[in-house]
């Protein structure tokens, strides 16, 4: 990949306070021309003010925005060729849908026989044939939604800006407009970057995520690799259920790293960590649905802990168990509906819970 699709956006040391507090420090991200970015945390995390940042709706308090290697930093919203999503849409209800649609381009004096046509082919885009005509309250959220895409991209912008654009949708109509966000992402080829707080919709569309907390971004990785492999307890415990086991004794051992959980030998590949050993101590990380559940008869056979079962939830395709060990630290399992031992499960038993060598991920305490 060339240099300017690697850095088709780069924010640089970007900081932004309001008063006395801090939204954002310091952060440095380069966005790629094409991918679909999602920048993924909690309330107040700095999401948004990066976003707004990146509209040229704030100006940062520190640090620039360069885009192919022009700072853009202080280049007005209007000027800046990038189209916004908001979380209400912003569309005017006193106008049509294809007046709605063609808002952009007549600001931007394009001629009215090319705004019927680029309007007409948009509105096929999005699946909304045969609507040009009608209000906006006429319309369901999800049309409301393609309405408002469909104006953000019928301009061609170099970047599309989302702001939790489907928050206000209940979850058969977001799951809906995920795949046709990822449809159009592939069809019109515009570089996304999109804001959430919901860890599903991050894993599902991005091409990269950014998990931001307290004004600071934590991870910058591919889906895969923020959920294998996270680099802090805040962003494993986020992105989905996780168990942290604490460990000592961390050390190499061939190709692989070994540590202690309560002085039992504990066996990671060094693919699944960035930890050196000599960081000690740590947490062994493992997602629930890396967890096999096994007879008591097979304790000690590889990774493992015995653990006894307390609670268990019927989750349609899979189950939930809650299980505790010994020191009574908890236990989180998801093992599908058909496990041979589903049936069987007995609160207060005890269990062999294993798991991979290639399922382990060490983060340093």
């Known amino acids: 990949m060339s240099v300017s699709q690697e850095h088709f956006v780069d924010l640089i040391r970007l900081g932004k306070t309001y008063g006395e507090t801090r939204a954002l420090g310091e952060l440095s991200l380069s966005i790629k021309r094409g991918e679909f970015l999602t920048l993924l945390g909690p309330s107040g995390s700095g999401k948004s003010t990066t976003l707004m940042m990146l509209a040229g709706f704030e100006q940062p308090s520190e640090g620039r925005i360069e885009r192919n290697g022009v700072d853009i930093t202080h280049l007005p919203a209007d000027q800046r060729d990038f189209?916004?999503?908001?979380?209400?849409?912003?569309?005017?209800p006193h106008m049509t849908v294809e007046q709605n649609i063609a808002y952009p381009l007549k600001v931007r004096k394009v001629p009215a026989a090319q705004i019927t046509e680029k309007v007409g082919q948009m509105l096929e885009?999005?699946?909304?044939?045969?609507?040009?005509?009608?209000?906006?309250?006429?319309?369901?959220?999800?049309?409301?939604?393609?309405?408002?895409?469909?104006?953000?991209?019928?301009?061609?912008?170099?970047?599309?800006?989302?702001?939790?654009?489907?928050?206000?949708?209940?979850?058969?109509?977001?799951?809906?407009?995920?795949?046709?966000?990822?449809?159009?992402?592939?069809?019109?080829?515009?570089?996304?970057?999109?804001?959430?707080?919901?860890?599903?919709?991050?894993?599902?569309?991005?091409?990269?995520?950014?998990?931001?907390?307290?004004?600071?971004?934590?991870?910058?990785?591919?889906?895969?690799?923020?959920y294998e492999r996270p680099a802090s307890r805040f962003v494993a415990n986020f992105l989905g259920d996780m168990n942290l086991l604490g460990v000592q004794g961390i050390r190499r051992q061939d190709d692989a790293l070994v540590c202690d959980y309560h002085g039992r030998p504990l066996t990671l590949t060094q693919a699944t960590t960035h930890l050196a050993s000599h960081l000690d101590p740590a947490w062994l990380a493992i997602r629930p649905e890396h967890v096999d559940l096994q007879p008591f008869a097979k304790a000690g056979a590889g990774n493992g802990v015995v653990a006894?079962?307390?609670?268990?939830?019927?989750?349609?395709?899979?189950?939930?168990?809650?299980?505790?060990?010994?020191?009574?630290?908890?236990?989180?399992?998801?093992?599908?509906?058909?496990?041979?031992?589903?049936?069987?499960?007995?609160?207060?038993?005890?269990?062999?819970?294993?798991?991979?060598?290639?399922?382990?991920?060490?983060?340093?305490?």
């Open 308 to 365: 006894r079962m307390e609670k268990l939830t019927y989750l349609g395709t899979h189950v939930h168990l809650d299980m505790r060990l010994d020191d009574a630290q908890s236990l989180a399992l998801r093992i599908p509906v058909s496990h041979p031992l589903v049936n069987d499960l007995q609160r207060g038993q005890a269990y062999w819970c294993a798991w991979s060598q290639q399922h382990g991920h060490l983060i340093s305490q």
């Open 83 to 92: 189209g916004v999503v908001f979380q209400g849409y912003a569309l005017f």
């Open 125 to 226: 885009r999005v699946g909304l044939q045969g609507k040009g005509q009608r209000g906006i309250k006429q319309l369901s959220g999800g049309q409301q939604q393609r309405v408002a895409l469909a104006r953000a991209l019928v301009f061609e912008p170099s970047l599309l800006l989302l702001d939790e654009p489907l928050s206000a949708l209940d979850r058969r109509l977001r799951q809906e407009m995920q795949v046709e966000l990822a449809r159009m992402h592939k069809e019109f080829g515009t570089t996304f970057v999109f804001v959430t707080h919901d860890q599903e919709e991050a894993l599902a569309l991005s091409d990269r995520i950014a998990v931001f907390n307290q004004g600071r971004l934590e991870q910058l990785g591919t889906p895969q690799e923020v």
